[in-house]
């Protein structure tokens, strides 16, 4: 279970917590911006995956996958993935995800969790986990930045 604080975490502190538990990765603090790199394997079998976590106060937090690229086949697009090509982990201004809460203990998670969900699409052309609405909705909709879908 999370354990949730009751007042937002610095960026600070949101680093802080991502070097305790992720101490291969690597990132930085600017101006109350993180930025944070690290590799992350779903599985044995999965490949190793490089992400980037961008996190402030003012945006939350964004997930962008560096390499390898992700695979979309034909002309399927990928599911849960913003305009941006950042990864859907919760819907935002929803409560999913608050500033209360560790990215080490939520994002990074949830993270490895969408990607194992997105090998097994590859693998079988079926998006297994989950998500808002039904997933022909989700493949159609454009989110605009702003906590509303189109």
């Not at 354990?3 to 949101?14: A, E, G, M």
Request: charged share 20%; aromatic share 12%.
């Amino acid at each position: 279970m999370v354990k949730h604080r009751s007042s937002n975490l610095t960026s600070v502190s949101q680093w802080g917590a991502l070097r305790r538990s992720y101490p291969d990765g690597r990132g930085r603090v600017r101006r109350n911006q993180l930025e944070w790199q690290m590799r992350v394997q779903p599985t044995p079998l999965s490949d190793v995956y490089e992400i980037r976590l961008s996190y402030s106060l003012e945006t939350g937090p964004k997930i962008m996958v560096k390499s390898p690229e992700l695979i979309q086949p034909g002309d399927k697009p990928i599911p849960h993935r913003f305009s941006d090509g950042s990864l859907c982990l919760f819907l935002p201004g929803c409560g999913e995800w608050e500033r209360t809460m560790s990215l080490a203990d939520t994002v990074i998670p949830w993270t490895s969790e969408w990607l194992f969900f997105y090998e097994l699409w590859i693998a079988t052309g079926e998006w297994c986990g989950g998500g808002h609405g039904t997933p022909a909705a989700n493949e159609s909709s454009i989110y605009k930045g702003d906590n509303t879908w189109h």
